[in-house]
């Protein structure tokens, strides 16, 4: 997903943050990740080694997956269809300014 989807959209010269999770690991991704970002990989047990859910580096983890839950059970979730519809929803109402909002208050902490 990452060779195929992801990494072709990045600019030159970006650091990639790795979350740590353990399929994230493995000598095959880490091999991806150390030939396609030298030098400029965040992870585990990257060279650039981070503390798993550092704050000033993941606001996602800390802002955006509280407001989704928040915001997607706000009402009964009648069915599995029900609940993709939500997430759907409340996703489309997070805009560019409201998370450039979001990283720029958490600098600041």
């Not at 060279?47 to 009964?76: C, N």
């Not at 269809?81 to 720029?104: G, Q």
Request: net charge negative.
């Amino acid at each position: 997903m990452l060779q195929l989807y992801v990494v072709p959209q990045f600019p030159d010269g970006v650091i990639f943050q790795q979350d740590g999770a353990p399929p994230h690991c493995g000598n095959i991704v880490r091999e991806f990740l150390d030939s396609t970002f030298p030098q400029r990989w965040i992870g585990r047990v990257a060279v650039m080694a981070w503390p798993p859910r550092f704050p000033d580096i993941t606001p996602l983890d800390f802002y955006l997956w509280g407001y989704v839950k928040q915001h997607v059970h706000s009402e009964r979730i009648n069915g599995i269809n029900h609940l993709k519809l939500r997430i759907t929803d409340v996703i489309h109402f997070v805009t560019p300014d409201v998370l450039t909002r979001v990283w720029e208050d958490w600098t600041i902490v």
